[in-house]
């Protein structure tokens, strides 16, 4: 597409540009891309680069490894395969390291990149860890101001239970707590219950509990229907709401109630689909009647 830009304080046409360039000579794969544009002048285009160029690097299997935003010392002309770019010319950085061969151990963020290295932590970049069970689930991250969140994970990999604190010495896949380890602080902030507690279900989230004290819990409640579509949600503050669906699994009423289904309907509103399955009717109920 032409357009008319400024450049230099003249009325200029140009062309936009986009540059893609692929390296895979290595064990992995390097992709650049750069924007810029291009004048005409008697039949023939002058390309101008602009700065940064975007950098994707990763493995031979495609996971990410590193990804950088880098300045060209020349804007002059396209980007090219040739074009080489220093760390020193680097302006973002973020990689990622991997343990076991797939499992992604650390995410490294930079924002005082060093001329060369890796650099260290909270020096150079701030770094998120992660761990896994013997599943190789994921169940630990902490974060570069050293938060931990610790989940645990049923045999069907469903959460049942979150914990957050700062030292989680002593910790199990199935005790962030470590028994009351000396020095832990690992404190459970939320806890899941799925089909009701009960075995063989269908693995519906039934029951969620926010801890938010040692005596203090806030407990919602999810009831489902044969085709395992939430049908009521019964919160906190005398919230309660139920979905009707069509067999289309559309959502065509939504009521809400004061503390359960029995108590006083606050709001309700209503959907209508044509043949097409659009939306041609929205309707909202002001003054409800029982």
């Known amino acids: 597409m032409r357009r008319v830009s400024d450049i230099s ?84 950085w973020t990689t990622v390291q991997y343990t076991d061969c797939c499992f992604e151990s650390s995410r490294r963020v930079y924002h005082t990149i060093p001329t060369s290295g890796t650099g260290s932590s909270g020096t150079n970049y701030d770094e998120t860890s992660y761990g896994y069970d013997v599943m190789k689930r994921r169940n630990r991250t902490v ?14 990999g469903q959460v049942i239970g979150s914990w957050i604190g700062t ?43 926010a801890y938010v004290d040692g005596s203090t819990t806030r407990i919602t409640t999810m009831t489902y229907d044969w085709r395992d579509r939430r049908t009521e949600t019964d919160g906190e503050v005398d919230f309660c709401e139920k979905l009707t669906f069509d067999n289309l699994d559309r959502v065509i009423k939504r009521e809400r109630y004061d503390t359960t289904t029995s108590g006083d309907l ?25």
Do not use: H
């Open 167 to 209: 030292d989680d010495t002593g910790a199990t896949s199935t005790d962030p707590t470590g028994g009351g380890a000396t020095g832990n602080n690992m404190i459970q902030v939320t806890g899941m219950q799925y089909d009701g507690g009960s075995d063989g279900g269908n693995g519906n989230l039934t029951q969620q509990t």
């Open 9 to 92: 304080g003249s009325a200029t046409s140009v062309r936009q540009a986009t540059w893609i360039v692929y390296d895979g000579s290595c064990d992995g794969k390097e992709t650049r891309v750069g924007n810029g544009y291009a004048t005409e002048s008697s039949g023939s285009y002058t390309y101008t680069l602009i700065n940064p160029v975007s950098i994707n690097k990763t493995d031979i299997a495609g996971r990410p490894l590193e990804q950088i935003q880098a300045i060209r010392a020349s804007t002059s002309g396209k980007l090219l395969p040739t074009d080489a770019f220093a760390q020193s010319s680097y302006t973002r």
């Open 266 to 290: 606050a709001a309700r509103s209503e959907t209508k689909f044509d043949d097409r399955g659009r939306v041609y009717r929205t309707i909202r109920y002001r003054s409800i009647r029982k």
């Open 143 to 156: 974060t570069p101001g050293e938060t931990i969140t610790f989940n645990v994970i049923d045999v069907r």
